[in-house]
């Protein structure tokens, strides 16, 4: 069922006709928020504030306004209402530490019929500096901008088309996809169905994994993977992995099954691009990972996989990499001199854990009953060779709510979780890596039709090249034996052990 307004909300959209004209919206009276545009823009391209152009929209009814829930908040939304409505919502996430409004993410949603929201997440630009001394700001970033967002689009929505929205749906990834768990944790009637790619929701333990892999690559020019070295060690990796599912096809199906030892190409004369020193050797062993505490032997997240190195370069320098080296400066130590080098993966992470004691900033709560007793459905998707976040967090994150929800059986009716096979972070890669999450959603919420293999498609100059179907895990695809290899209806969806070894 649709999420009911709240009371003082359905009233002020009543206070409107139900033919309200876009610029009428200008006056409409919402708590704790304020309208500051109203515009109706005509079909065809737009020009969004710094944004490249979007071509061939739809016309619609853009509204920005600026929220307070908070004395120190200033959470900027949009939400933009096209001419021709499908009756549904859909807010879409953002990347990183947020600080824009994803205008491509609106783009695509008016282009569906959906009334579409974002939201900066309360600040502007790409830095944790905002959160410096504005801890009510750290808030709006990591859960009510959301929640706020979702709230006051649905009363914009109800006063300019005259009723509100019927379904509810949710699409992020990254921060996005933390985004959408933190509203089916904490908020579970805002959407009625949830798409949380790559999520980051595990803040604390990814970021301190990250500032990890930088340091080790840092640490002296020795221990620095230059990036002309990164196809070799890939190409390594893939001769020793990429045939373990019975098909040598340049993808590494699954990589836990995958032993690959980046001490193979150690180097047996003078250093070239295609060989690793010993200490090159020991930082691509520390990006593997696990991460570890060296003092209690913990786990505290998983390594990088086979198949994702030619996106390390993110933690090659020559700074380290900015979203966990602002997380330690901005949030953890509140200094935004402090130095990456005196890191340390014991201390450092206890303080950044007893920072975020109240679980602010983390969304890893595996209990979802209160979402899914509503009828919500959840789609998490994580590439396997995702250079930014370990796949291996989804598959932890999911495990734990199938121990949650009652096992496998009752989470299969709610929460699925989708791997793609060399799709690196939330889209790239040499495998298929374009992925529509958005359509088996809503036949899933509103057709009771789960899905039991989702289609992701791969090109090459424009020009689609290789399909395949993303199984349910823990299932992975396999080829049939028969047909093309780069086509989707020859692979069925199998249980692990019925790969060839």
Avoid at 111 to 119: E, L, N, V
Avoid at 219 to 230: G, M, V
Avoid at 453 to 460: C, E, F, G, Q, V
């Amino acid at each position: 069922m649709p999420k009911l307004l709240p009371l003082v909300l359905l009233f002020a959209a009543a206070s409107l006709q139900a033919t309200t004209p876009c610029e009428s919206l200008a006056t409409l009276p919402l708590p704790q928020a304020r309208i500051t545009l109203a515009q109706l823009v005509p079909a065809g391209e737009f020009t969004p504030p710094s944004s490249q152009p979007l071509p061939n929209l739809p016309s619609f009814c853009r509204v920005a306004a600026t929220l307070t829930p908070s004395p120190d908040s200033n959470i900027k939304i949009e939400v933009w209402l096209p001419a021709q409505w499908n009756g549904k919502f859909e807010a879409v996430g953002n990347g990183g530490w947020s600080g824009n409004i994803n205008y491509s993410g609106l783009a695509h949603g008016i282009a569906r019929g959906y009334a579409t929201a974002s939201t900066d997440t309360g600040h502007t630009g790409g830095s944790a500096e905002f959160a410096l001394g504005h801890p009510e700001k750290l808030t709006d970033f990591a859960y009510r901008s959301e929640h706020e967002m979702a709230v006051k689009a649905k009363a914009i929505i109800a006063a300019f088309y005259g009723n509100g929205p019927r379904l509810s749906y949710w699409n992020g990834c990254s921060s996005g996809g933390k985004q959408g768990l933190k509203e089916a944790q904490l908020y579970p009637e805002d959407f009625n169905g949830i798409i949380a790619g790559a999520p980051a929701n595990n803040w604390v333990a990814l970021l301190s994994a990250d500032m990890w892999m930088s340091v080790a690559e840092l640490e002296t020019p020795a221990s620095t993977i230059s990036n002309d070295k990164l196809p070799a060690i890939h190409a390594a990796a893939l001769q020793a992995c990429d045939s373990l599912d019975g098909l040598t096809d340049g993808l590494i199906a699954d990589p836990t099954r995958c032993h690959f030892d980046p001490a193979v190409l150690l180097c047996k004369g003078p250093e070239t691009t295609t060989c690793l020193t010993p200490a090159q050797v020991r930082t691509a062993k520390t990006i593997y990972g696990p991460f570890t505490n060296p003092r209690t032997r913990r786990v505290i997240f998983p390594g990088l996989e086979p198949g994702s190195e030619l996106g390390w370069r993110a933690y090659s320098g020559p700074a380290p990499f900015s979203i966990p080296n602002d997380y330690f400066r901005f949030v953890v130590f509140k200094n935004p001199d402090w130095n990456f080098h005196t890191f340390d993966i014991a201390r450092d992470v206890a303080a950044a854990e007893k920072q975020d004691r109240a679980n602010v900033l983390k969304a890893t709560n595996p209990d979802l009953r209160k979402f899914t007793a509503r009828g919500g459905k959840l789609i998490l998707y994580h590439g396997w060779s995702d250079n930014l976040i370990a796949p291996l967090n989804s598959v932890n994150y999911f495990t734990s709510v199938v121990a949650a929800l009652g096992g496998p059986g009752k989470t299969a009716n709610s929460v699925r979780l989708f791997l793609a096979p060399g799709m690196s972070h939330c889209g790239g890669g040499d495998g298929p890596n374009l992925i529509d999450t958005l359509t088996p959603l809503e036949l899933w919420v509103e057709k009771g039709i789960p899905p039991d293999r989702i289609l992701a498609s791969h090109k090459t100059g424009g020009h689609l090249d290789r399909t395949r179907p993303l199984c349910p895990y823990p299932q992975v695809a396999r080829y049939n034996g028969a047909g093309d290899t780069n086509d989707a209806a020859n692979f069925s969806c199998v249980e692990p052990r019925a790969l060839s070894h």
